[in-house]
């Protein structure tokens, strides 16, 4: 059977969901072989089914994402894979772009399915629209949206293989200076979370913002934000969910102060199921919402908290 | 310093978008307007031009004959002159295409720095800088929030899952921007009439030296199968807050077994 190469996403050693959803998807099309960069929880990959780890040494990681793509591309003409999957994060679609420009084969991103014969489903448009598409001629090189699937574990031999790759010069061109970690606390990463509870220009400050945190904490989700508030400085740019944000896709989200412009719709329309508190009846939220809140968030958010509590 | 920001022309996303019947995005009803995240790539290099007064800006755009809209209100912001790709047989051309055309006008133009969006409002594959980079030979320094040119130096500050990072590279390269960077202008009433004098030049694929059945339809490496709406979310239950409003919100997380 054909290798399927999972290039694995990880944050420090922490193997992310995607992954295990990507080692998942790749059975349909032939035996996983997890790709690592640096280290992280090999026994993890095992767990999901990769039968191989080519884990790729070097000075790859003071770089940007150029020698990835070169040590990638290498390991597809030594393994010959039905397909390549990387997630659907900045860094896996630069890989994925780099690596078909080198291979001279077609690349889909944003992925939500993939079958066996190798044809991909893409949400577009906000939601609105659901497109079929897939590779011509070469292998499919996708990226796979986080959320996308429940992964199922399987055990497989996770068989260790170092791959040597030598940087070129081109590889170097973008060099890393710093790398500055910024303070995250317990949550879980906004992309990859079960549960999501964003706040918008509807909170007012951002001092109010807690009132969205204590739900998250409380429901074990991560905080996000919408245009309107992290443009207005209540929140990180980093947490934006939207157009020109985040597109998050989580069991439940829940929109507190967010009136639902198209802006905001198109990074949590494929959400599981959406909750909505806002003061205005006819905000567009609640079009979307399964279950929807009309009143004042100081008072909704701290009940709501507060019930919480009193059933755990 | 030779500064060109690629522009694109896509459907509104405010508005509602569609695919035709040849599965590509329908344009010809949309109303079409620039890429939002590139009116944030033409205003650094304006910056870039006025904090460095022997600089030139050129828009670079591929697509159809109606994007010489996007381009003339791009050229209104403040850029020199604009280039325009333009060919029947770029219809239905693929992000690997694009690359290609896009690699070859540049390769004319010759920039020090590559400006652009760091995704497409219809798209949104983020794939771009890096393919171009790919077939350049340059360096390309995504996503940035903060860019810094010092002589031949470039230092970009770009967000990252963990935090930050601070990445370099000589030009010539590539730098894409996130709309945290900067707040683009509006255009002015002189801005405005002054684009209507400035040179755009049209580039076919022959002046390009690209045979058509390279792009297009015929060399396109990704093809659109089917697609359909996705059905509309339908409203759940909407309760007004009578004091008990939070309550009633956690009651259906329970039922949902979220709590």
């Known amino acids: ?310 059933r755990k | 310093m030779k500064i060109v920001v690629l522009v694109k022309q896509v459907p509104d996303s405010g508005a509602e978008r569609t695919l035709t019947g040849d599965n590509t995005v329908e344009r010809a009803s949309a109303n079409n307007v620039i890429n939002e995240m590139d009116e944030y790539a033409i205003e650094e290099a304006l910056r870039l031009q006025e904090a460095n007064g022997d600089s030139t800006v050129t828009v670079l755009t591929m697509g159809p004959e109606r994007a010489s809209e996007s381009i003339r209100k791009a050229l209104s912001m403040g850029p020199d002159g604009a280039v325009h790709v333009l060919d029947p047989a770029l219809a239905g051309t693929d992000a690997m295409g694009t690359s290609k055309v896009l690699a070859e006008a540049l390769k004319r133009l010759q920039p020090d720095l590559v400006l652009c969006g760091s995704e497409s409002t219809d798209a949104r594959g983020q794939v771009m800088p890096h393919m171009l980079a790919e077939r350049l030979g340059m360096a390309a320094l995504t996503g940035a929030r903060k860019l810094t040119v010092d002589g031949a130096r470039l230092t970009v500050e770009r967000q990252t899952e963990e935090g930050y990072e601070v990445v370099t590279a000589a030009t010539p390269a590539i730098v894409s921007v996130w709309d945290t960077i900067n707040e683009p202008r509006y255009p002015s009433f002189k801005g405005i009439m002054a684009a209507k004098k400035k040179p755009v030049e049209t580039l076919s694929l022959a002046d390009l030296g690209i045979s058509p059945e390279q792009v297009g339809w015929a060399g396109a490496l990704t093809s659109v199968v089917s697609h359909s709406k996705r059905p509309p979310r339908s409203a759940g239950v909407k309760v007004a807050d009578e004091g008990d409003g939070g309550t009633k919100l956690v009651e259906f997380l329970a039922t949902e077994k979220f709590v």
């Open chain 1, 1 to 310: 059977m054909a290798e399927v190469l999972v290039v694995v996403e990880a944050s420090g050693e922490g193997v992310k969901k995607v992954t295990f959803e990507m080692l998942t998807m790749a059975r349909a099309l032939g035996s996983p072989s997890a790709v690592v960069f640096g280290d992280v929880d090999i026994a993890k990959l095992g767990e999901y089914g990769a039968e191989k780890v080519y884990q790729v040494g070097g000075e790859i990681n003071g770089y940007l994402v150029a020698p990835k793509a070169g040590a990638l591309a290498q390991l597809v003409k030594d393994v010959q894979p039905a397909a390549v999957l990387l997630g659907s994060t900045q860094e896996g679609k630069e890989i994925a772009g780099r690596l078909a420009v080198k291979l001279d084969n077609g690349v889909l991103t944003d992925v939500s399915a993939l079958e066996a014969d190798g044809t991909t489903t893409q949400v577009v448009f906000a939601g609105s629209t659901i497109v079929k598409s897939a590779v011509k001629g070469g292998i499919p090189i996708v990226t796979v949206r986080p959320n996308s699937m429940t992964p199922s574990p399987q055990a497989a031999a996770a068989a260790v293989t170092p791959v040597a790759y030598e940087l070129t010069d081109a590889d170097k061109l973008a060099e890393v200076v710093e790398r500055v970690a910024e303070a995250k606390g317990a949550r879980p990463e906004l992309t990859e979370a079960s549960v999501v509870v964003s706040g918008g220009r509807g909170l007012g400050s951002a001092e109010n913002f807690k009132l969205v945190e204590e739900l998250a904490d409380l429901l074990g989700g991560a905080v996000g934000a919408s245009r309107a508030a992290t443009d207005s400085g209540f929140y990180p740019h980093a947490f934006q969910v939207g157009q020109t944000g985040k597109t998050v896709s989580p069991q439940l989200y829940i929109a507190v102060g967010i009136s639902g412009a198209i802006q905001h719709r198109a990074g949590m329309q494929t959400s599981k199921t959406i909750v909505a508190v806002n003061k205005d009846p006819e905000a567009p939220i609640f079009e979307l919402a399964d279950f929807g809140v009309v009143g004042d968030l100081n008072q909704v958010m701290p009940q709501a908290a507060e019930e919480i509590r009193k």
